[in-house]
């Protein structure tokens, strides 16, 4: 007879992970899922798209926990990939395995768009197309997702996004952040994460950036305790 299989839950994988130092993929803190889970929760978005899910530690337990209908997790890498479809044992998320550079631009809107991308790598360029016309966009291609990614929330959505420090430094000419606001894209909100969040794989500070499709005139500054 078969082993009996034991559940793993994210708490557990974000425990070992942790202990071990190392692994394929980083494990999101349970409490920042938990944060954008109750955080959501009056909104009550009816579709969710993660353009970088990896093992889908960012995007399951959301869905799970707020009965998102419809889910949507692009997963780069093969063995991330086989992870998340794994741990989705209640098959709530529609998973592609996929460069997500090659396939957002066939995807529709999303209530809500969530992303924990990787950090850094070589700048590229990019041409996108606005109301006025193509601008070009050069930075890295995890920034490029993310901007990509917030085009499809709705007129109402909104994109929640993991993001380390230096995505807030001077805005470079043709940046991500530079290029948001011709999309009629804005950030309206940062939280700051714990530091350590993602140790001991970095040390980086990083910070969750609301973005959405209203006119801000402030942006609210938070820490999460």
Request: glycine share 6%; proline share 9%; net charge negative.
């Amino acid at each position: 007879s078969r082993p009996e299989q034991i559940p793993v839950t994210w708490q557990d994988l974000h425990a070992f992970s942790i202990r071990l130092g190392r692994g394929d993929a980083v494990v999101m803190p349970p409490y920042v899922t938990d944060f954008i889970s109750g955080y959501i929760t009056d909104k009550k978005p009816q579709s969710i798209l993660d353009p970088w899910a990896e093992i889908g530690s960012l995007l399951l337990p959301i869905v799970e926990k707020n009965a998102i209908p419809k889910a949507k997790g692009i997963s780069p890498v093969q063995p991330a990939f086989e992870m998340a479809r794994s741990m989705d044992q209640r098959s709530l998320v529609e998973w592609m395995q996929a460069s997500p550079s090659t396939v957002l631009d066939k995807l529709g809107t999303f209530d809500l768009v969530v992303s924990s991308p990787a950090w850094g790598g070589p700048a590229t360029r990019v041409r996108i197309e606005t109301p006025s016309g193509p601008i070009e966009v050069r930075d890295s291609e995890p920034n490029i997702v993310v901007l990509k990614a917030a085009t499809h929330i709705s007129d109402t959505g909104e994109a929640i996004c993991v993001l380390p420090n230096n995505f807030f430094s001077p805005a470079q000419a043709a940046s991500v952040r530079e290029a948001l606001p011709e999309l009629g894209l804005s950030i309206h909100a940062i939280i700051t994460l714990p530091a350590g969040s993602f140790s001991p794989f970095t040390a980086i500070e990083s910070n969750l950036v609301f973005v959405s499709r209203k006119q801000v005139t402030e942006i609210f500054v938070g820490r999460l305790n």
